[in-house]
């Protein structure tokens, strides 16, 4: 089959690879039929995250069943469903107690309590490294999704891939950022960027009763989508001080809730690049501490933006003396995933006005260039893996070693 495969930093090409197979009772064969590139696979790209050896990318797709394992009860071929992006048992303590990111069972190599560098995660997640499972993704013709009967929801008849496919992940993730703020209604929530993750944070926000949704992002067009899709007020941390005109919209108090929806490669300038280097860090905190500084005394911070190394001068004291509530991690998707196909169905929220690109999945390498890059005004990149494909120069197949 044809896949998007990660080499190395800065090299994914569309390769041929091995078909998937079914490798345990509980498996299932998926035809993808729609795909799509998250931020976080960006992190792989720059080798901020490691990955040592060749790897199918992707966590968010979706697609029809072509073969079942004999213990799977809960699907069968022909079935058209959409898969979150954490890989849950089902069956151990975590995923028992509503924390499937935290599955016991999922990543049997590098699973542990510590959340150590580069050993003891959590939950294995979709074409996210060996650290996190080394499960092949689905930015592919077709992929393996083990614990079938957990985590994969059959999807309408009615509804579009594109309606839906954002389900897998960047909705569920944008949900969590405010679930975890327990809004009560009327609360002013500043969301840091605005990407896939944050654009849906925005629409999130909304839906449980903020009364005002602040977008902030370096890149004015993507402000002028947030503008267009979800009706927000922006702010340019080019342009005008972040903090201090939070402040002055807030009646110098701050937002009752911020969020960190980009995580540790945000823009950068040569002093905070010299910073990381002198303090061997990986990439910046520097969204992180502006959300403290314009989050309100008593407040909550969420972050949904991946980080993966610590940092020096961490504010623990501006947190302590505000009083600030944070909340982090990966989505608990499954908490969420059917409420949330509710809200597309009975269409109270779109989630596909935020799609900029559609490509075949042949020309993943450059749906990956023009994301990285933020060229043609580029938000969101899906990808198509049996539409107007193109011929490749890999012919020999490439190992994916699972």
């Given at each position: 089959m044809k896949a998007a495969v990660f080499h190395k930093p800065g090299d994914i090409r569309y390769d041929t690879v091995e078909d998937p197979r079914l490798e345990q009772d509980t498996d299932v064969i998926l035809r993808v039929t729609s795909t799509a590139i998250c931020g976080s696979d960006l992190h792989i790209l720059s080798g901020g995250v490691p990955q040592p050896k060749p790897m199918i990318m992707g966590h968010e797709f979706m697609g029809i069943v072509e073969e079942v394992g004999k213990g799977v009860t809960k699907l069968k071929k022909g079935d058209r469903v959409v898969v979150p992006f954490p890989i849950s048992c089902g069956e151990c303590f975590f995923c028992k107690h509503d924390a499937s990111p935290s599955c016991e069972n999922s990543n049997y190599k590098h699973y542990g309590p510590n959340g150590d560098l580069a050993d003891q995660k959590g939950a294995a997640l979709f074409g996210y490294t060996d650290l996190y499972g080394g499960y092949s993704g689905g930015q592919a013709e077709y992929v393996r999704v083990p614990y079938a009967d957990i985590s994969p929801r059959i999807v309408p008849d009615n509804m579009t891939d594109e309606q839906v496919l954002f389900l897998t992940d960047i909705f569920p993730t944008g949900w969590s950022?405010?679930?975890?703020?327990?809004?009560?209604?009327?609360?002013?929530?500043?969301?840091?960027?605005?990407?896939?993750?944050?654009?849906?944070?925005?629409?999130?926000?909304?839906?449980?009763?903020?009364?005002?949704?602040?977008?902030?992002?370096?890149?004015?067009?993507?402000?002028?989508?947030?503008?267009?899709?979800?009706?927000v007020e922006t702010l340019n941390p080019n342009e005008v001080d972040v903090v201090e005109a939070i402040r002055e919209m807030?009646?110098?108090?701050?937002?009752?809730?911020?969020?960190?929806?980009?995580?540790?490669?945000?823009?950068?300038?040569?002093?905070?690049?010299?910073?990381?280097?002198?303090?061997?860090?990986?990439?910046?905190?520097k969204v992180?501490?502006?959300?403290?500084?314009?989050?309100?005394?008593?407040?909550?911070?969420?972050?949904?933006?991946?980080y993966g190394s610590p940092y020096d001068n961490f504010p623990l004291h501006r947190i302590f003396d505000k009083g600030v509530t944070l909340k982090m991690g990966q989505a608990p998707v499954l908490n969420y995933i059917d409420h949330l196909i509710d809200l597309v169905a009975t269409e109270k929220v779109v989630l596909d006005d935020i799609i900029s690109h559609t490509l075949p999945l042949s020309e993943v390498t450059r749906g990956y260039e023009i994301f990285d890059k933020k060229e043609e005004d580029c938000v969101k990149v899906v990808l198509k893996p049996w539409e107007q494909q193109k011929p490749t120069e890999n012919t020999e197949p490439v190992k994916i070693e699972n």
């Amino acid at each position: 089959m044809k896949a998007a495969v990660f080499h190395k930093p800065g090299d994914i090409r569309y390769d041929t690879v091995e078909d998937p197979r079914l490798e345990q009772d509980t498996d299932v064969i998926l035809r993808v039929t729609s795909t799509a590139i998250c931020g976080s696979d960006l992190h792989i790209l720059s080798g901020g995250v490691p990955q040592p050896k060749p790897m199918i990318m992707g966590h968010e797709f979706m697609g029809i069943v072509e073969e079942v394992g004999k213990g799977v009860t809960k699907l069968k071929k022909g079935d058209r469903v959409v898969v979150p992006f954490p890989i849950s048992c089902g069956e151990c303590f975590f995923c028992k107690h509503d924390a499937s990111p935290s599955c016991e069972n999922s990543n049997y190599k590098h699973y542990g309590p510590n959340g150590d560098l580069a050993d003891q995660k959590g939950a294995a997640l979709f074409g996210y490294t060996d650290l996190y499972g080394g499960y092949s993704g689905g930015q592919a013709e077709y992929v393996r999704v083990p614990y079938a009967d957990i985590s994969p929801r059959i999807v309408p008849d009615n509804m579009t891939d594109e309606q839906v496919l954002f389900l897998t992940d960047i909705f569920p993730t944008g949900w969590s950022a405010i679930d975890w703020a327990q809004l009560k209604g009327g609360e002013v929530v500043a969301i840091f960027g605005s990407g896939p993750v944050g654009l849906m944070a925005q629409k999130a926000a909304w839906l449980n009763g903020a009364s005002r949704v602040i977008a902030i992002d370096p890149l004015n067009y993507r402000l002028e989508r947030a503008k267009a899709v979800n009706k927000v007020e922006t702010l340019n941390p080019n342009e005008v001080d972040v903090v201090e005109a939070i402040r002055e919209m807030t009646g110098g108090r701050g937002a009752d809730v911020c969020v960190d929806a980009v995580g540790f490669e945000p823009e950068r300038n040569i002093m905070d690049k010299a910073k990381a280097l002198i303090n061997f860090e990986v990439g910046s905190m520097k969204v992180l501490d502006m959300a403290f500084k314009a989050v309100r005394r008593s407040g909550t911070v969420t972050i949904v933006g991946v980080y993966g190394s610590p940092y020096d001068n961490f504010p623990l004291h501006r947190i302590f003396d505000k009083g600030v509530t944070l909340k982090m991690g990966q989505a608990p998707v499954l908490n969420y995933i059917d409420h949330l196909i509710d809200l597309v169905a009975t269409e109270k929220v779109v989630l596909d006005d935020i799609i900029s690109h559609t490509l075949p999945l042949s020309e993943v390498t450059r749906g990956y260039e023009i994301f990285d890059k933020k060229e043609e005004d580029c938000v969101k990149v899906v990808l198509k893996p049996w539409e107007q494909q193109k011929p490749t120069e890999n012919t020999e197949p490439v190992k994916i070693e699972n």
